[in-house]
């Protein structure tokens, strides 16, 4: 006997107050909906919008994410990636998310003097694990990045790698000192291998010479 549920939540008036500040938006709405073969829910607030896809289960997606932890422990613990093991254990899903700046995660950044204009994150899991990220204009503490860019993902099924890429961007006269720098690497085992490049705008350049 297959189990199917769904859920919908819809606040025309929500509040929060936190420690470091105050979350509040007159639209918020939650769904979710699972059966036996898929999961399915999605979040919307503002111009914030986050999907979540899964091709199991809700009891199966449990099970397996509950056998992925001690792997995730021991990466933290002994410092080694066991990749294939982890690959194993993953529940396969896919994450989507998007916000600009009229929403609860800039409410909740704001606390702690932080910001940025545009942010979009994917997560899948199926054949290979794939994370991608960008941020456009983040901001902390009086310093403003133009792009972050983050990259985790597999090549190829069956490597015991986990590659990343990490790119900053800054358009001339913005932190000319890190104009553009750019992290490329590998985890496999307790190893890991990096590429580093760190360049300066022309103008700063010829300032230094």
């Not at 932890?69 to 002994?78: D, G, H, K, R, Y």
């Not at 054949?127 to 990220?133: A, D």
Request: with cysteine; glycine share 6%; hydrophobic share 35%.
């Amino acid at each position: 006997m297959s189990e199917s549920y769904r859920a919908d939540i819809r606040l025309s008036d929500f509040s929060a107050l936190l420690p470091t500040s105050r979350l509040q938006t007159n639209a918020l709405s939650i769904s979710a909906e699972t059966a036996s073969t898929h999961i399915n829910a999605a979040v919307r607030s503002g111009d914030m919008a986050m999907n979540f896809v899964s091709s199991i289960g809700f009891s199966s997606f449990l099970e397996k994410l509950n056998q992925s932890l001690p792997i995730i422990a021991t990466v933290q613990e002994e410092k080694r990636l066991d990749m294939k093991a982890l690959h194993q254990v993953l529940p396969p899903f896919e994450f989507h998310a998007n916000a600009k700046r009229n929403n609860l995660i800039q409410q909740y950044l704001k606390g702690m003097n932080m910001g940025f204009s545009q942010i979009g994150l994917n997560i899948q899991n199926d054949t290979l694990l794939n994370t991608t990220g960008k941020i456009d204009r983040f901001s902390t503490g009086g310093i403003t990045i133009d792009t972050l860019q983050l990259s985790l993902f597999e090549r190829r099924e069956k490597e015991e790698r986990l590659y990343y890429s990490l790119q900053v961007g800054n358009k001339p006269g913005n932190l000319d000192q890190l104009a553009s720098v750019i992290l490329n690497g590998f985890l496999s085992g307790n190893t890991t291998k990096l590429f580093f490049v760190c360049k300066k705008t022309d103008k700063d350049k010829k300032d230094s010479e």
